[in-house]
């Protein structure tokens, strides 16, 4: 068993009591909140993900709520995504600069009102960030975090379980949009959303007082289709391609390195945090870029998410970021921030724990 000190440094979920009688083997500190890491059966919670239907507790995926007369405006400033021709329950994926162009955070943005919206934060404080913007640029908003807690319900069969417990309506529900919703008078928001590209929703609890009561309605409603406890998968997200901030990113890496160029407008207004720095790398052109890589070798080995120097011919020419045995592939999989030089088909060498092993790069995703 373990113990962990009753503090404010490590807030708890709402549904952490929950994930206690699920039998959770472990935690991760996240955004200053525990994020429940498995519950013993790593490969069964990963084909559950791909074949049926799990239950995250996320609520670590803490949400800043920003509202008042300029939200919009602070929203943009704080985007370099054009989010002019986002609606009312639209969500959408962003990528937050500071003013070097450094990806400094890459929430799922949700706008609740034209003056009003949530930040649907990875690891790191925005909340301290967008009142810092808003004071420094004299915008009058109130920035502040809402009793808010996202609970996922992922995989092939999430949208059964969810359409059964609030109706038809869900399987209208677009991605990233979302409804507010009510359950024995428990209220939320529901979205079509989640760190997997399996399928499904996130329950926004909006009342921290209920999370073991949201937690049962899911497990009840899961029962015919064999749902079980799960977190965010290291090994779906790296065989998916899905980006985690902070382990795949460093404190230079800017939002063309890794693949969320899409997701930046270079024509926002020039007010936009870091839009200056992000025009001028997309002049000069990237000096590393995020690939797959494969390590040669069929035996698991253990995942990480340190870094380990990639090599080509005796020279450091990039870092593999996080590393996993693929379930799908048979293969240990990872990524490979890397110098753009260097590309798709080559072969190069992974220096890990004082060993080199061969490698060879390849396009993302992987499945
Ligand atoms: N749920 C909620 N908030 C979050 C996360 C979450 N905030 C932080 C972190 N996770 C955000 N990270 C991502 C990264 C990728 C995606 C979602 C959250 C994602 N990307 C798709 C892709 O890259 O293919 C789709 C992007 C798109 O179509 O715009 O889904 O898990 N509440």
Redesign the pocket.
């Known amino acids: 068993m373990f113990e962990i000190t009753p503090t404010t440094r490590l807030r708890r979920s709402p549904f952490f009591e929950a994930t206690v009688r699920e039998g959770v083997k472990g935690f991760l500190p996240y955004n200053q909140m525990l994020m429940p890491t498995g519950y013993g059966h790593p490969e069964d919670e990963y084909w559950r993900l791909i074949n049926g239907v799990a239950v995250w507790d ?1 609520a670590v ?1 803490r949400q800043v709520e920003i509202s008042g007369p300029d939200a919009e405006k602070l929203a943009q400033i704080l985007s370099p995504r054009n989010l002019s021709k986002c609606a009312e329950n639209q969500g ?2 962003i990528a937050l600069c500071d003013h070097n162009g450094t990806i400094i955070n ?3 943005l949700l706008k609740l009102a034209e003056d009003r919206y949530w930040f ?3 690891d790191s404080n925005i909340l301290f960030w967008a009142r810092a913007i808003a004071s420094e640029r004299r915008l009058i908003v109130d920035v502040s975090e809402p009793d808010v807690s ?1 609970l ?1 319900v992922q995989g092939p069969k999430a949208e059964a379980v969810v359409a059964d417990i609030f109706g038809d309506w869900v399987h209208d529900l677009k ?2 949009w979302f409804r507010e919703a009510e359950i024995d008078g428990i209220p939320m928001k529901v979205a079509r ?3 997997s ?1 399996q399928g499904g929703f ?1 329950l926004y609890l909006m009342d921290g007082s209920r999370g073991n009561e949201l937690w049962n309605i899911v497990k009840e409603a899961g029962k015919p289709y064999d749902i079980g406890p799960g977190n ?1 998968n290291m090994c779906e997200r790296i065989e998916s ?3 985690s ?1 902070g382990s795949d990113t460093d404190d230079e890496t800017n939002p063309f390195e890794i693949g969320l160029g899409k ?1 930046v407008d270079l024509d926002v207004g020039d007010d936009v945090i870091g839009i200056a720095k992000l025009r001028k790398f997309k002049e000069d052109g990237i000096k590393r870029h995020q690939l797959g890589i494969i390590l040669n070798g069929e035996e698991p080995l253990a995942s990480h998410s340190i870094w380990y120097d990639i090599h080509l011919n005796g020279t450091k020419v990039g870092d593999m970021t996080n590393g996993v045995w693929s379930y799908r592939l048979k293969r240990n999989i990872g990524y490979a921030l890397i110098s753009s030089q260097i590309n798709v088909g080559q072969n190069v060498e992974v220096c890990k724990d004082g060993q080199m092993i061969e490698a060879s790069l390849c396009n993302l995703p992987f499945c």
């Open positions: 996320v995926e959408k994926y890459d929430p799922i649907s934060i990875a996202p996922a991605y990233f959303s989640g760190w590209k996130e965010p391609g899905l980006l901030w997701y």
